[in-house]
């Protein structure tokens, strides 16, 4: 594996292969890497010849009172995992390697960005597709991998991808769960024990809302309200966003039995916010519709 760090280490790094016809997968993370991770790397090395991953805490996603200082690094650690998996290239700038000066230009998606998770963090999403849209610039992959725990990070940077015309192709990937259903996260090493014992209440409110679906409720906003008081059950958790969406543009549905929906939750224990989601229904959309 090669270590970069550069731009023009990585710009030339990037077209020995592409001179040799080889065709690149890429994995952008921000490190501290865990097997979700792990996951995309393996799904990009199955389908491409070569496979690089970039590890860069982007400080245009965070907000002023968010946790860009306390970020979880490690790239000796990192460095290690990576080597063992197969990766070809490590793309490891600095901030000053990436933004040099101040940067004028903002790429931002705001019908679908400034929901959800975007409207309890605002801007986020923006530096979310701007620093993507630099390491696409500069990666130039044939694929891009993406865990679908950040759902809507997936269906914003999909959308960007096609509104700009990026010769991307981006790549889902079903997210890894501890044994117990939490949802792999870099951010999961700030519970503390009892916060950790506590979490498990994000992936059981997605089995109680599999449960409300199928008992027919079909009011949003009472469905909603039910995974609320499930949640708040848990004295530890507090639910900041618990929504029912369309699944494919994220937009507010006016019945949750209509079609396959988007269960999507942020959740709150002590400082730390869980990110968890799933789409409901799509099967039984998708036989209703054979058989129409």
Do not use: W
Not at 52 to 57: K, N
Not at 237 to 259: E, F, H, K, M
Not at 262 to 277: E, H, I, K, P
């Amino acid at each position: 594996m090669r270590l970069v760090k550069t731009v023009a280490e990585l710009r030339d790094a990037i077209a020995v292969f592409r001179r040799a016809g080889k065709t690149v997968g890429f994995v952008p993370t921000m490190g501290f890497l865990h097997i979700g991770h792990l996951t995309l790397v393996s799904t990009a090395k199955a389908e491409n010849d070569v496979t690089v991953v970039s590890i860069f805490v982007n400080p245009l996603q965070f907000g002023a009172n968010e946790d860009l200082a306390r970020y979880p690094r490690d790239l000796a650690r990192d460095s290690a995992l990576l080597e063992e998996a197969g990766v070809d290239i490590l793309f490891a700038p600095e901030v000053s390697e990436m933004y040099p000066r101040p940067m004028a230009t903002v790429v931002d998606v705001p019908e679908l960005g400034s929901q959800l998770e975007g409207a309890v963090r605002p801007g986020h999403f923006a530096g979310v597709a701007t620093v993507v849209t630099k390491l696409f610039n500069l990666v130039q992959p044939d694929s891009a991998y993406f865990g679908e725990k950040d759902y809507q990070q997936v269906t914003l940077i999909r959308r960007m991808v096609e509104d700009l015309a990026q010769p991307v192709r981006v790549v889902p990937v079903t997210t890894v769960r501890e044994p117990d259903g939490l949802a792999c996260s870099s951010r999961n090493v700030y519970l503390s024990d009892q916060e950790r014992a506590a979490a498990v209440i994000v992936p059981r409110a997605l089995n109680e809302a599999e449960r409300l679906y199928d008992l027919g409720l079909d009011d949003p906003a009472a469905f909603e309200a039910a995974l609320e008081t499930f949640i708040a059950a848990e004295p530890l958790a507090c639910p900041d966003v618990v929504a029912v969406r369309d699944p494919d543009t994220l937009a507010p549905v006016a019945s949750v039995q209509a079609g396959p929906i988007l269960v999507a939750l942020f959740v709150r224990l002590g400082s730390t916010r869980l990110l968890d989601n799933r789409v409901i229904g799509r099967e039984r959309t998708e036989k209703r519709e054979a058989a129409q």
